[in-house]
């Protein structure tokens, strides 16, 4: 780890004035940040502790039943809040399904949205990575690129978003609330991250000094009752997805008034399927129109490498959060949140998973 | 730019010149203090041997800078044992052989700790699996370990449970 100025400001406002500097990083819990300190691939020259920061620690209910979450809400103390949990299931799901109990105990919401790419060669000093030193090229187009993206990359980079927790965040169109130079704005999570283009791998819109201070989820009872996460991993649990699905339905009889749809593990932000969401309006739901779904949110999938298995795979896992949620969200989250294999305490819903 | 934090380590308040702010919860622990009890293994999130309770949760003390608890709590192994009394989990884990080498032990006992004190788990074995999934045992223990867990967590609940006293509608609680 390179040596660095630790500065600890007392008001947000002293917080942006400092994290405006060059060579500024924030830092809150620091489990992705102090890991890539660790591995030299992040050399901050001033560390600007934010995690004593008054006022952003909380879960507020605003009067129109939005919620208010402040930047540095710790995961599992936002996935295990009773009332959040009730309103917004998948993201609790989400949330239960990431790292593992001591690093969620950790993490915070905005250190969640802001973490790094896992791919390999981005962690690997010795590597060309665009993304790590633009301009350097992608050693992983031509690498071991079995995980990474199928929607929405470039010759410039190919690596994927990490987090489930913004997979729901991008179906429910949570808005980022930041704190700049020049005062507070906020945008949807959907234009946060940004996709690689021809030139470069920038990965989100946030200038110097930027601080993500909270994020707010508008009144959801709609989707509450039919929402589900799904996430496919490598080993059973505390793993990265390889693909992972949200599905939210709002249902009028058999029929599908209205859904919200996002994959994560595809793309370099976490990806929102409206295709695929404007075709479910008014359908039965059906196995049938959950493939057409599927196939419609995979349209422009395209490998990056050795991965056409995860269009695939993508696929399957979108029908499968979209059959458990029709099912219904669970009365107690299964003892594996988000495992697309079957509740041992709940019977399988029908369709097999293993079938496209 | 040296200065001090304040930290409660096992009870003793602790003022801790930090000469450097690169220091790891992790290396102060074993390093500054000497308690080697918490282990190092991957040093980077992935294992759980450095698991900790900070402010009584668990968490991962190689990926947590030491410059910004002042002021926290911290227990580690060495803290959980009530003189030469063991606590319910290590006892747990000897009774149901939960570990071979010993070297993922402290961890794993640590995590079992802020598992059951977060109290999601109940008495199910697989979501005693899931969350523990966070501490790896290279030997492998994992059957022990899960048992050791739920027979902990038995004994603590039922050292919590009310005792009837004499003359008490309500009881009175034991602990």
Same mark, same amino acid.
């Given at each position: 780890m390179n040596r660095f100025d630790f500065i600890r400001p007392t008001s947000l406002a002293d917080a942006v004035a400092a994290g405006t500097s060059p060579g500024s990083v924030y830092l809150a819990a620091g489990t992705n940040l102090i890991d890539l300190m660790k591995i030299g691939v992040t050399r901050p020259e001033r560390v600007i502790d934010i995690s004593r920061l008054p006022g952003l620690d909380r879960i507020e209910w605003l009067p129109d039943g939005s919620v208010r979450i402040g930047a540095l809400v710790r995961n599992s103390d936002l996935a295990y809040d009773k009332r959040f949990a009730a309103a917004y299931p998948a993201v609790a799901e989400a949330l239960l399904s990431g790292a593992s109990a001591q690093l969620r105990n950790a993490a915070t919401v905005g250190g969640n949205l802001l973490q790094r790419t896992r791919c390999a060669y981005f962690q690997d000093t010795a590597s060309a990575c665009n993304r790590r030193e633009p301009g350097s090229g992608c050693d992983a187009l031509q690498g071991e690129n079995r995980l990474h993206a199928v929607l929405g990359w470039t010759e410039q980079c190919i690596a994927t978003h990490p987090s489930d927790f913004c997979v729901p965040l991008a179906a429910l169109d949570a808005m980022v609330e930041i704190e700049g130079q020049d005062g507070r704005r906020e945008l949807p999570i959907g234009a946060l991250h940004r996709l690689p283009d021809a030139h470069g791998a920038t990965e989100s819109v946030l200038a110097p000094g930027d601080l993500i201070t909270g994020l707010r989820l508008s009144e959801s009872t709609a989707f509450a009752a039919h929402a589900r996460y799904v996430k496919l991993r490598e080993r059973t649990s505390y793993a990265f997805a390889i693909v992972s699905a949200v599905a939210l339905l709002s249902m009028d009889g058999d029929r599908i008034k209205a859904s919200r749809l996002a994959l994560g593990g595809v793309a370099a932000k976490p990806w929102r399927a409206s295709a695929a969401e404007a075709a479910l309006v008014g359908q039965r739901a059906t196995r049938e129109a959950f493939e057409r779904a599927a196939t419609a949110a995979l349209g422009d999938a395209r490998p990056s490498g050795d991965n056409a298995f995860k269009i695939t795979l993508a696929h399957r896992i979108l029908v499968r959060a979209l059959t458990l949620a029709h099912q219904g969200t669970p009365k107690v989250l299964p003892a594996l949140p988000a495992s697309p294999f079957p509740d041992p305490h709940s019977p399988a819903p029908k369709g097999d998973l293993h079938v496209a | 730019m040296p200065f001090s934090i304040s930290l409660t380590v096992n009870g003793q308040p602790n003022s801790i010149a930090l000469d450097d702010p690169r220091v790891t919860l992790l290396d102060l622990l074993?390093?500054? @203090?000497?308690?080697? !009890?918490t282990k190092k293994g991957c040093d980077r999130g992935q294992c759980g041997a450095c698991t900790v309770l900070l402010d009584g949760r668990r968490i991962n003390a190689c990926l947590t800078l030491a410059a910004s608890l002042d002021g926290s709590t911290v227990t580690t192994i060495e803290g959980l044992a009530n003189g030469s009394e063991l606590h319910p989990v290590q006892a747990a884990f000897i009774a149901c052989d !939960? @570990?071979? /080498? !010993?070297? /993922?032990t402290p961890g794993q006992i640590m995590s079992a700790v802020g598992l059951l004190s977060e109290g999601h788990a109940g008495d199910d074995p697989e979501r005693v699996r899931e969350l523990m999934s966070g501490n790896i045992c290279r030997c492998g223990a994992y059957q022990g370990i899960t048992q050791a867990v739920l027979e902990a967590g038995q004994a603590i609940s039922q050292q919590n449970r009310p005792v009837p006293a004499e003359g008490s509608e309500n009881g009175r609680s034991a602990a």
């Amino acid at each position: 780890m390179n040596r660095f100025d630790f500065i600890r400001p007392t008001s947000l406002a002293d917080a942006v004035a400092a994290g405006t500097s060059p060579g500024s990083v924030y830092l809150a819990a620091g489990t992705n940040l102090i890991d890539l300190m660790k591995i030299g691939v992040t050399r901050p020259e001033r560390v600007i502790d934010i995690s004593r920061l008054p006022g952003l620690d909380r879960i507020e209910w605003l009067p129109d039943g939005s919620v208010r979450i402040g930047a540095l809400v710790r995961n599992s103390d936002l996935a295990y809040d009773k009332r959040f949990a009730a309103a917004y299931p998948a993201v609790a799901e989400a949330l239960l399904s990431g790292a593992s109990a001591q690093l969620r105990n950790a993490a915070t919401v905005g250190g969640n949205l802001l973490q790094r790419t896992r791919c390999a060669y981005f962690q690997d000093t010795a590597s060309a990575c665009n993304r790590r030193e633009p301009g350097s090229g992608c050693d992983a187009l031509q690498g071991e690129n079995r995980l990474h993206a199928v929607l929405g990359w470039t010759e410039q980079c190919i690596a994927t978003h990490p987090s489930d927790f913004c997979v729901p965040l991008a179906a429910l169109d949570a808005m980022v609330e930041i704190e700049g130079q020049d005062g507070r704005r906020e945008l949807p999570i959907g234009a946060l991250h940004r996709l690689p283009d021809a030139h470069g791998a920038t990965e989100s819109v946030l200038a110097p000094g930027d601080l993500i201070t909270g994020l707010r989820l508008s009144e959801s009872t709609a989707f509450a009752a039919h929402a589900r996460y799904v996430k496919l991993r490598e080993r059973t649990s505390y793993a990265f997805a390889i693909v992972s699905a949200v599905a939210l339905l709002s249902m009028d009889g058999d029929r599908i008034k209205a859904s919200r749809l996002a994959l994560g593990g595809v793309a370099a932000k976490p990806w929102r399927a409206s295709a695929a969401e404007a075709a479910l309006v008014g359908q039965r739901a059906t196995r049938e129109a959950f493939e057409r779904a599927a196939t419609a949110a995979l349209g422009d999938a395209r490998p990056s490498g050795d991965n056409a298995f995860k269009i695939t795979l993508a696929h399957r896992i979108l029908v499968r959060a979209l059959t458990l949620a029709h099912q219904g969200t669970p009365k107690v989250l299964p003892a594996l949140p988000a495992s697309p294999f079957p509740d041992p305490h709940s019977p399988a819903p029908k369709g097999d998973l293993h079938v496209a | 730019m040296p200065f001090s934090i304040s930290l409660t380590v096992n009870g003793q308040p602790n003022s801790i010149a930090l000469d450097d702010p690169r220091v790891t919860l992790l290396d102060l622990l074993r390093e500054r @203090l000497h308690l080697t !009890g918490t282990k190092k293994g991957c040093d980077r999130g992935q294992c759980g041997a450095c698991t900790v309770l900070l402010d009584g949760r668990r968490i991962n003390a190689c990926l947590t800078l030491a410059a910004s608890l002042d002021g926290s709590t911290v227990t580690t192994i060495e803290g959980l044992a009530n003189g030469s009394e063991l606590h319910p989990v290590q006892a747990a884990f000897i009774a149901c052989d !939960g @570990l071979q /080498c !010993g070297y /993922c032990t402290p961890g794993q006992i640590m995590s079992a700790v802020g598992l059951l004190s977060e109290g999601h788990a109940g008495d199910d074995p697989e979501r005693v699996r899931e969350l523990m999934s966070g501490n790896i045992c290279r030997c492998g223990a994992y059957q022990g370990i899960t048992q050791a867990v739920l027979e902990a967590g038995q004994a603590i609940s039922q050292q919590n449970r009310p005792v009837p006293a004499e003359g008490s509608e309500n009881g009175r609680s034991a602990a």
